[in-house]
């Protein structure tokens, strides 16, 4: 079966602190992605990959980056926690970028910044 | 940037009975997807309608396009206690991103 892990479903960080979220795929997907999800706002891309070392950024990458050094692995980083970030943060991957099909999703990680 | 937008943002039923959530979107299309999301979980897909498809149907779903009104329809026929959930419209953009609406909340009672 298809799967997206994310390492994390629940952090409580301090502001300003430095944060990690991580996700693996064991699919073989050229494409990943990370999106943030806030009552009201749905669900905005923050950056996404479409091959190893390559990243593009999404909707609102403000404040945060990633690091895609592996296929499978996307991590999303939060050089310095602030309490704005606090959201429902959700990783996602697809086959290829040629063709948008299906999105496989992660269970999501809950991030609460203090 | 907001492509699709679902209407109405919430719908309460009763089980046995149709529900039916709306999307619209602004842009042109290849393909439009609806998810589904349990309370606090990740997106699972549902369906997947073609610019060229006007009608798909997936068991007790049905999904209908019309590319002209820059619409789209998803109806869940006899809905069931379990079909409580967060349903997502989303269009496609470059390099396989999607887009997605806001949801519509959907709550089935027994």
């Known amino acids: 079966d298809v799967k997206v892990t994310q390492s994390s479903r629940y952090l409580v960080k301090r502001t300003g602190e430095k944060v990690f979220l991580e996700c693996v795929q064991d699919?073989?997907?050229?494409?990943m992605f990370w999106y943030r999800q806030d009552p009201g706002l749905g669900l905005r891309l923050i950056y996404f990959?479409?091959?190893?070392?390559?990243?593009e950024k999404g909707d609102i990458p403000e404040g945060y980056s990633v690091s895609r050094e592996k296929k499978e692995r996307f991590s999303l980083i939060l050089e310095s926690a602030s309490t704005n970030q606090t959201s429902m943060y959700l990783c996602?991957?697809?086959?290829?970028?040629?063709?948008?099909?299906?999105?496989?999703f992660g269970e999501g990680s809950r991030l609460t910044v203090l | 940037s907001q492509q699709g937008e679902e209407d109405p943002q919430a719908l309460s039923i009763q089980e046995g009975e149709n529900a039916t959530m709306n999307c619209s979107y602004k842009?042109?299309?290849?393909?439009l997807q609806w998810y589904r999301q349990n309370s606090g979980r990740g997106l699972v897909h549902l369906i997947l309608?073609?610019?060229?498809?006007r009608e798909k149907h997936s068991g007790r779903l049905r999904v209908t396009l019309d590319t002209s009104k820059k619409s789209s329809s998803l109806l869940i026929t006899a809905s069931r206690a379990a079909d409580t959930a967060s349903y997502f419209c989303?269009?496609?953009?470059?390099?396989?991103?999607?887009?997605f609406g806001q949801g519509t909340i959907l709550t089935v009672h027994p």
């Open positions: 309608i073609r610019s060229n498809e």
């Open positions: 990959s479409y091959d190893v070392k390559m990243k």
């Open positions: 842009t042109s299309i290849n393909n």
């Open positions: 989303a269009t496609d953009g470059s390099y396989g991103k999607l887009t």
């Open positions: 699919m073989d997907h050229e494409n």
């Open positions: 996602a991957s697809s086959l290829w970028y040629t063709n948008t099909g299906e999105l496989f």
